[in-house]
C-alpha cells in the first residue's frame, strides 16, 4: 500500500511541477482570479446574499463554511 501511495503522489508532484515550469498553473490561476473579478464586477448582489444565508445558519455551521471559503 505505501509503494502505491508514494507511486501516485510522486506522479502528482512531479505534473505540478511540469505545470508550474511551462506557466500552465499560473495561467490557470490568474484566469481563475480574472473570472472571479468578473463575478463581482457583474452580480454585486449575489456576494451580499451569500453573506446574509451564511449570517442565518447555525454559528457552528457558519465557521465550518468560513473555513471552507477561507481556503
Partial sequence: ME?????LA???GNT???LVS???LFAIFALLW????VGIVISQGSIDATWESIRQLPLVVQLI???MFRR
Fill in 3 to 7: 509503494s502505491i501511495i508514494e507511486t
Fill in 65 to 67: 463554511a468560513w473555513v
Fill in 10 to 12: 510522486s506522479g502528482l
Fill in 22 to 24: 511551462n506557466g500552465v
Fill in 34 to 37: 480574472i473570472a472571479l473579478g
Fill in 16 to 18: 505540478i511541477a511540469l
